[in-house]
T-cell receptor
């Protein structure tokens, strides 16, 4: 159980175009979804946290207008990279959590999306 | 504020040798601690976690970690390394009592030498 999928797994786009990445919780309802960015050989950097039906909370330094996050349902969140540029090339990982009976709201991670902007 | 320090960005061990990956944390409140493993071009998989109770936590694939409050450490160990253990390992801390707002260390790449 607790499977999170991401689509696409890999995307290459031209500079100036927009790219949408989907994150789905397949077998549970995710009250909260998280978007991370991972630079090569670096750790995960939290970009934003989103709750279903609410606006996302962005971390300091993350451009809200650049990285649009929509959490329209309890099983789907999308990240849209608008007007992508080569510096946006990165590995984007989402995770999802739900209220657990143990009190530990574990995050379940998706497999990641490799974005390359030419 | 919460933070994690992983000593050693790269650790190499021989197959069958002890694996020790170090993690020290900083937290103003009782922490929840996690170890994740990441294989190339994949997401993160939870190895184990400490929330409350027993300080020695056993995880998947033979890994275990011990929470030592006095040392603010949560080192990951495995008695005998296997080739399939080669991956990137991340330690993370959360202070919410739920794994919201995870703070990750910079990761340790484990290489297993045949």
């Amino acid at each position: 159980g607790a499977v999170v999928s991401q689509h696409p797994s890999r995307v290459i786009c031209k500079s100036g175009t927009s790219v949408k990445i989907e994150c789905r919780s397949l077998d549970f309802q995710a009250t909260t979804m998280f978007w991370y960015r991972q630079f090569p050989k670096k750790s995960l950097m939290l970009m934003a946290t989103s709750n279903e039906g609410s606006k996302a909370t962005y971390e300091q330094g993350v451009e809200k207008d650049k990285f649009l996050i929509n959490h329209a349902s309890l099983t789907l969140s999308t990240l849209t990279v608008t007007s992508a540029h080569p510096e946006d090339s990165s590995f984007y990982i989402c995770s999802a959590s739900h209220a657990g009976t143990s009190g530990s709201n574990e995050q379940f991670f998706g497999p990641g999306t490799r974005l390359t902007v030419l | 504020a919460q933070s994690v320090t992983q000593l050693g960005s790269h650790v190499s061990v021989s197959e069958g040798a002890l694996v020790l990956l170090r993690c020290n944390y900083s937290s103003s409140v009782p922490p929840y601690l996690f170890w994740y493993v990441q294989y190339p071009n994949q997401g993160l998989q939870l190895l184990l976690k400490y929330t409350t109770g027993a300080t020695l936590v056993k995880g998947i694939n033979g890994f275990e970690a011990e929470f030592k409050k006095s040392e603010t450490s949560f080192h990951l160990t495995k008695p005998s390394a296997h080739m399939s253990d080669a991956a990137e390992y991340f330690c993370a801390v959360s202070d919410w009592g739920g794994a919201n707002n995870l703070f990750f260390g910079t990761g340790t790449r484990l290489t297993v030498i045949p």
